[in-house]
């Protein structure tokens, strides 16, 4: 089995930078992503880790650390558009190598 | 481009009756998937399909059934509607061994 922990919610200020962080246990490991959930809407893709290290992807990025199980989420300059539900997915073993996801944070971005 | 198409966007089912939620993908991925979304609890996976002509059951496959009818099309069906299957599902399609899922808009379906 496996499993996969998010805070449940984290607020900051527009211009701030928030981390969102995963941990993760899972049998068999082969890969870290992140969607971004606006209410009402589908998850869109933002990232995916297979290695250690950092990803950048404009104001976002995303860390992994295969060793300690445990990933995060950084949104920099932080903007109004940025308030949604971001989830952690990991790929694994389990069910042919497809992803279970994390029970998602909620971040509320104030002015 | 059109991406993945779910039909119905809503349903409101009695206790009982059946149906069947429609995902076409015009990427042509390999790998197609039925999520349901629940509050508080993010995705879990009910069904996938790794290739046309093949399923497997994911977290919670118990009172659905699947259909890969070709390549574009997966097909989620509820046989014997329950209230616990009040839900969001979301259809999703992917290059198999890639990170990243492309999802359809959902499907909110209530069951009375």
């Known amino acids: 089995g496996q499993s996969l922990e998010q805070p449940s919610e984290v607020t900051a200020v527009e211009g701030a930078i928030v981390q969102i962080n995963c941990t993760y246990q899972?049998?068999?490991?082969?890969?870290l992503s992140w969607y971004q959930q606006h209410d009402g809407g589908a998850p869109t893709f933002l990232s995916y880790n297979a290695l250690d290290g950092l990803e950048e992807t404009g104001r976002f990025s995303s860390f992994l650390s295969r060793s300690d199980s445990y990933g995060y989420l950084l949104l920099q300059e932080l903007q109004m558009k940025d308030s949604a539900s971001y989830f952690c997915?990991?790929?694994?073993?389990?069910?042919?190598?497809?992803?279970?996801f994390g029970p998602g944070t909620r971040l509320s971005v104030l002015p | 481009n059109a991406g993945v198409t779910q039909t119905p966007k809503f349903q409101v089912l009695k206790t009982g009756q059946s149906m069947t939620l429609q995902c076409a993908q015009d990427?042509?991925?390999?790998?197609m998937y039925w999520y349901r979304q629940d509050p508080g609890m993010g995705l879990r996976l009910i069904y996938y399909?790794?290739?046309?002509?093949?399923?497997d059951k994911g977290e919670v496959p118990n009172g659905y059934n699947v259909s890969r009818l070709n390549k574009r099309e997966f097909s989620l069906r509820l046989e014997s509607a329950a209230p616990s299957q009040t839900s969001v599902y979301f259809c999703a399609s992917s290059t198999r061994g890639t990170g990243e899922l492309f999802f359809g808009e959902g499907s909110r379906l209530t069951v009375l």
């Open positions: 997915a990991v790929r694994s073993t389990d069910y042919g190598q497809n992803f279970v």
């Open positions: 399909s790794a290739s046309e002509g093949t399923t």
């Open positions: 899972t049998s068999g490991f082969y890969g």
């Open positions: 990427m042509n991925h390999n790998s």
